[in-house]
Structures are given as C-alpha cells and as structure tokens.
C-alpha cells in the first residue's frame, strides 16, 4: 500500500487549499480508514482529521473543526482534505496515513500502517 500527498502550498491567511492523498494498492479500498495529521516544526505529529471506511464517518480535531472537511472517492482511491479560513498556525507538513478499519475511530498516528510523503502548506501574508 502505498501513498501520495499533495496539495500543499503557500496561501495567504483566509485562503483555502485541497489536498489529496491517493493510494494505491490495495484492491479494497473502501475497507481503509485514512487519516490527515500534520507537523509543525519542532512539534509532534498530530491529528487532523480522519474518514473511517465505507461508512464516511468523520472525525477534526478542535483546531480543523468548522473550517476543515474530508472527504472521500472510492472510485479513485483517494481522499481530500479541504482546508478554508487558512491561518497563520495551520502551517505544517500534512501527512496521510491508512489502516484497514474496524468500525473505530483511529486518532493515533500510531494505530496507521502506511503512511504517506507529506505535503507542505505555508499560510503567511
């Protein structure tokens, strides 16, 4: 299984950006939970938000909650992250990661598996 990242950029403070995490490999898709996490300099890694399998079920973080959503594409084996009233703090590297799911909410980067490149975003005037 692997995955990709992207999205990423450099946007002003209120901007928005779209992320995509494409993965391939596994012939089930539907049945993986994905997460977004990110990671600020000289921070731990962190979750975002996730989208358990099939059922689309969502979970943010207090910080993502309101501005963020995510979403999915069975079809083409990828999720978003739509990101609106972009600040300064949201800066990070944005990471995807993926686990088989078992009707559970995953908030640990350590319960996920597979993990992708991660994507830079700058928010900054």
């Known amino acids: 299984v692997q995955l990709q990242a992207s999205g990423g950029g450099l946007v002003q403070p209120g901007g928005s950006l779209r992320l995509s995490c494409s993965v391939s490999?596994?012939?089930?898709?539907?049945?993986?939970?994905v997460g977004w996490f990110r990671q600020a300099p000289g921070k731990e890694r962190k979750f975002v938000s996730v989208i358990r399998e099939s059922s689309s079920i969502t979970r943010y973080s207090d910080s993502a909650k309101g501005r963020f959503t995510i979403s999915r594409d069975n079809a083409k084996n990828t999720v978003y992250l739509q990101m609106n009233s972009l600040k300064p703090e949201d800066t990070a590297v944005y990471y995807c990661a993926a686990r088989i799911g078992y009707s559970v909410i995953y908030y640990s980067p350590e319960s996920y598996n597979y993990w992708g490149q991660g994507t830079l975003v700058t928010v900054s005037s």
């Open positions: 490999g596994p012939s089930t898709f539907r049945s993986y939970s």
